[in-house]
């Protein structure tokens, strides 16, 4: 007996669990629409800043793994378990942008992907300061009392986040 698999599009999201006796399919948990960042998103506004810090962390560690000199691994190595810290906490369903690594996609209550930046963009950046603030604080303390290296990367990376998108 053979079976036509739905297209990816349409089952993207399901979580297909098999037993012994038959399948179960259940649907992706939608979250309450006073939970969710914006009315169609299914993401926390949690989830969403989270999501910034990964992708904000992994552009600067990115810069600085492709120099051949100066680089600032100490500073890596904590930016990388920050970053590791916020995408464990991220409850929703998410995945990369196919162009880039460094652009988290969320999905709408409809598991239609939307570009991180977008939501963001939607609700405006001032929702965001305190994750710039946290990432700036670990950009400082390996940056202090010598030339400003990480600072300068960490400022064009984010005004090149929101000028870009």
């Known amino acids: 007996m053979h079976f036509i698999s739905p297209p990816r599009h349409l089952i993207r ?17 939608v979250l309450p629409k006073k939970d ?8 926390s506004l949690e989830d969403v ?13 990115w810069h600085f793994e492709k120099k ?3 680089k600032e691994k100490e500073f890596q ?4 378990d920050v970053r590791q810290k916020h995408l464990e906490a991220v409850k929703c369903e998410y995945s990369w942008d196919t162009n880039s690594v460094t652009n ?4 709408t209550i409809d598991d239609i992907p939307v570009g991180l930046k ?18 700036q604080k670990l ?8 030339e400003f290296v990480i600072i300068p990367v960490f400022e064009k990376i984010v005004k090149d986040y929101w000028l870009y998108s």
């Open 36 to 43: 969710r960042v914006k009315e169609t998103i299914n993401a």
């Open 118 to 135: 977008k939501v963001l963009k939607s609700r405006g950046d001032g929702q965001i300061d305190s994750e710039n603030e946290l990432m």
């Open 77 to 80: 190595k904590e930016a990388s």
């Open 13 to 29: 999201g399901l979580v297909v669990l098999l037993t012994m006796s038959d399948k179960l399919i259940e649907e992706t948990e």
């Open 68 to 70: 051949l000199f100066g």
């Open 49 to 61: 800043r989270n999501l910034y810090v990964v992708s904000i962390l992994d552009k600067i560690t």
């Open 104 to 107: 988290p996609m969320v999905y």
């Open 139 to 146: 950009c400082y303390k390996y940056d202090k009392n010598r």
